[in-house]
């Protein structure tokens, strides 16, 4: 790279560092004089950095994206020496609740316990069907030896990534349970009718030669109705009850986007229908846990998780946590300036630039 090039680089990265931090200031100013004087530095700056991104556009020739970012530059600058899989798309923080599903894994599986089920409860904004995804690696890793294929997922069309699909729900409950068993059956190619699977339970045979098989279910909580998903929830985990005992372990997540269930207290619907859920795994401690402690993510475990993949100078990895800052709303900015928290749908954007830099790499 020529010195001219690495120049233009260093002003940029220098003009960027600088913006940030009179956003910030901006964030949190409330005199009216102080905030103009701010807007005024920010335009000047945005006039800064569009004219040396020009500068290094041309530097660079065709080269250089016209979409790329501050982020993404910054990026491009990180030290990453792990192998990027999957797993880094959605695994920054939450080890205190996957300690608990280990937990419960552990001894579920200690007792013999062939069906575990897990109902995964957050706000959208948190992401929990990427908590249960995750999961679902560690276990290839940590069960399987990351032998990918003893474990059974449904994934995507296009990748490896595991697919949250809805969970079968009629109008009423026998069509729930007719739909449920027709998907079990057209997933695993047991026939063409919904006693096919029933026949499967009863005898395990086609024998499926898989270790483990995971589904993600999404639950959607506006069409929670308390009555019937109570009863088809327990009967789909009593079908499971009775079976022999060479067929596979079955992993279930049932994932229910709850908006707001990390503010306390809960109210209304909400509170209702979390209420309802725990009543459910309460009556079925013996198959089924609850991991609900999923919260926005502390600025230093974002940076930690950073440094986890291979970089270790302390100022680049901060100036790619005020870049991922930065690119929020101005809203979810000014929330960070109070309680330095992100949100993790805002964490796996980042999360997924780094794994696309790194797969091109």
Known sequence: MSATVEGIK???????????????????AFDPNQRFSFEVQIGQLDKEIDALRLQLKDAYGLEMLEESSILEGLVRQLTIDKDIGEIHLVN???????????????????????????????????QPSSFAERMIYEIVIEELEDEIGAMHYVHRADSRRVQIEDLPLGRNLANSQKDFK????????????ETSFEEYLRTGLPKLQYEYI?????????????DMMSEYLNWIMDTFADTPDHIPNFIFFFVIFLRNAHVQPLQGREKAIFEDIGGIVGKNLHRATLLSELVPVPAELLEDWIRDLGEHSQGRIEDVVKAVVAE?????????????????????RFQTLIYKIAQAR
């Not at 027709?182 to 009718?193: C, D, N, Q």
Request: charge should be neutral; charged fraction near 30%; glycine fraction near 4%.
């Open 214 to 226: 995971a589904t993600v279910f999404d639950l959607n909580a506006g069409r929670w109705d308390k």
């Open 92 to 126: 920054c923080d939450r080890d205190p609740v996957a300690r608990d599903f280990w937990k419960a894994f552990d001894d579920f599986s200690g007792r013999s316990n062939h069906f575990q089920f897990y109902f995964v409860v957050a706000c959208p904004t948190q």
């Open 328 to 348: 929020l709303s101005a809203e979810k900015q000014q929330k960070f300036q109070q309680d330095k928290l992100i949100d993790m749908t805002d964490i796996e």
């Open 10 to 28: 260093n002003q940029l990265e220098l003009t960027i560092r600088r913006q940030n931090e009179v956003r910030q200031a901006y964030a949190i």
């Open 182 to 193: 027709k998907y079990m059956s057209r997933r695993f190619a047991l026939g063409e009718t």
